[in-house]
C-alpha cells in the first residue's frame, strides 16, 4: 500500500492524459475516484501509525525479556 502512494506523483503525467476520458468526466467516475483515495489513505494512515503499535505490544507480550 505505502509502494503504491510512492507511485502516485510519479503517474500524475499519465493522469492528465486519461482525464479526456468520458468516464473521468462523469460525476460517478469523479465520486468513485475520490472514495478510492479516501480509502486508500485511511488504509494507509493505519499501517502507519495503528499497526506498527500493535505489533510492538504484541512482541512486548510474547517476549517480554527482549522489551527495552
Known sequence: MTILFIQV???IPNFWNIS???FIQSNVGI???SLLI???T???SGQLFYLPE???QHFREQFPE???
Open 38 to 40: 479516501i480509502v486508500f
Open 54 to 56: 500493535k505489533i510492538k
Open 42 to 44: 485511511i488504509v494507509l
Open 20 to 22: 479526456k476520458a468520458s
Open 66 to 68: 527482549f522489551a527495552v
Open 31 to 33: 465520486i468513485f475516484i
Open 9 to 11: 506523483p510519479i503517474q
